[in-house]
């Protein structure tokens, strides 16, 4: 595996108000969660953020909101983040993570400067009605192909912990491989007191198990632990990049605390490896 490892930024755009009844969410309103809810981050503030995460060496920035999908007032705003990011740091890759999104969409955001979608299938597609009822597996199944036909890097990964099986897992990551994706996001469910799922259900080991697993089905994808990497793993993180992962969320992630991306950095490089200088480093 390379020892490059490739460093990515989140920007939560608009949070909290989706409708959706996903149990591991947070953003959901029908949790209740105590968690900061507005419709539109301002521009300016979107841009200062991709600067500071480009000084910390990410080589990605995520403009993420709540909701099921794309509309066409969530379009219009992504596309003026994405513009106004790519006017400050044109270097980073913005990729873009609004939800189900059709073909038409996906070729707008990708004229605004948008060069990766993120959309996660998140679990199996047999356990997924046990995890949320208000809309199909199958639609992000279809975003991702959607994402594909559209040009644009397909992001698609899951989240481990929701007390799905070994055959969801496994599921899961052949679903992943299906589509061929460039990056698969790799999450840990972080409990939270108002969600359904009241706690996770891995265990460090099995986590860098399951990384090990997805790097073996996924051999040629860049592997990014994201979400719940800090309350899985602890101190025990540098151990994920021998497990497989070549890359990392940094900072905060959308509704909950990351670690300092100074600390990060060390870790890295205490594991003998070098943070990635852009998204083609080899």
Same mark, same amino acid.
């Given at each position: 595996?390379?020892?490059?490892?490739?460093?990515?930024?989140?920007?939560?755009?608009?949070?909290?108000?989706?409708?959706?009844?996903?149990?591991?969410?947070?953003?959901? $309103?029908?949790? +209740?969660?105590?968690? !900061?809810?507005?419709?539109? @981050?301002?521009?300016?503030?979107? %841009? *200062?953020?991709? #600067?500071?995460?480009?000084?910390?060496?990410?080589?990605?920035?995520?403009? $993420?909101?709540? +909701?099921?999908?794309? !509309?066409?007032?969530?379009? @219009?705003?992504?596309?003026?983040? %994405? *513009?106004?990011? #790519?006017?400050?740091?044109?270097?980073?890759?913005?990729?873009?993570?609004?939800?189900?999104?059709?073909?038409?969409?996906?070729?707008?955001?990708?004229?605004?400067?948008?060069?990766?979608?993120?959309?996660?299938?998140?679990?199996?597609?047999?356990?997924?009605?046990?995890?949320?009822?208000?809309?199909?597996?199958?639609?992000?199944?279809?975003?991702?192909?959607?994402?594909?036909?559209?040009?644009?890097?397909?992001?698609?990964?899951?989240?481990?912990?929701?007390?799905?099986?070994?055959?969801?897992?496994?599921?899961?990551?052949?679903?992943?491989?299906?589509?061929?994706?460039?990056?698969?996001?790799?999450?840990?469910?972080?409990?939270?007191?108002?969600?359904?799922?009241?706690?996770?259900?891995?265990?460090?080991?099995?986590?860098?198990?399951?990384?090990?697993?997805?790097?073996?089905?996924?051999?040629?994808?860049?592997?990014?632990?994201?979400?719940?990497?800090?309350?899985?793993?602890?101190?025990?993180?540098?151990?994920?990049f021998e497990a497989g992962a070549n890359a990392i969320v940094i900072g905060d992630y959308l509704t909950t605390t990351g670690n300092d991306p100074m600390r990060d950095h060390r870790m890295i490089e205490e594991a003998g490896y070098e943070v990635a200088a852009d998204c083609h480093d080899n």
């Amino acid at each position: 595996m390379s020892k490059k490892i490739f460093l990515c930024a989140i920007s939560n755009i608009s949070s909290g108000h989706c409708l959706e009844d996903c149990g591991f969410c947070t953003q959901s $309103v029908r949790h +209740g969660a105590a968690i !900061d809810r507005f419709y539109h @981050k301002p521009i300016e503030q979107i %841009a *200062e953020e991709a #600067k500071a995460a480009r000084k910390r060496s990410a080589v990605g920035f995520c403009l $993420v909101t709540a +909701g099921k999908g794309l !509309d066409e007032k969530t379009l @219009k705003f992504v596309c003026e983040a %994405a *513009e106004a990011v #790519k006017k400050e740091v044109p270097e980073l890759n913005i990729i873009a993570c609004n939800g189900t999104a059709t073909l038409d969409q996906l070729r707008v955001l990708k004229s605004f400067g948008v060069g990766s979608y993120n959309h996660n299938l998140e679990t199996s597609e047999s356990f997924y009605p046990k995890i949320c009822t208000t809309h199909g597996w199958r639609e992000r199944y279809e975003t991702c192909e959607n994402v594909k036909k559209a040009e644009l890097n397909l992001c698609t990964g899951g989240i481990f912990g929701l007390g799905e099986s070994m055959e969801d897992r496994v599921d899961l990551l052949e679903s992943i491989a299906s589509l061929e994706p460039a990056s698969v996001p790799i999450n840990f469910y972080h409990p939270n007191s108002s969600l359904p799922i009241k706690q996770q259900t891995l265990d460090v080991e099995e986590a860098l198990d399951m990384i090990r697993v997805a790097r073996e089905m996924l051999p040629t994808q860049r592997i990014m632990i994201a979400g719940g990497r800090e309350i899985t793993f602890g101190e025990r993180d540098r151990e994920i990049f021998e497990a497989g992962a070549n890359a990392i969320v940094i900072g905060d992630y959308l509704t909950t605390t990351g670690n300092d991306p100074m600390r990060d950095h060390r870790m890295i490089e205490e594991a003998g490896y070098e943070v990635a200088a852009d998204c083609h480093d080899n």
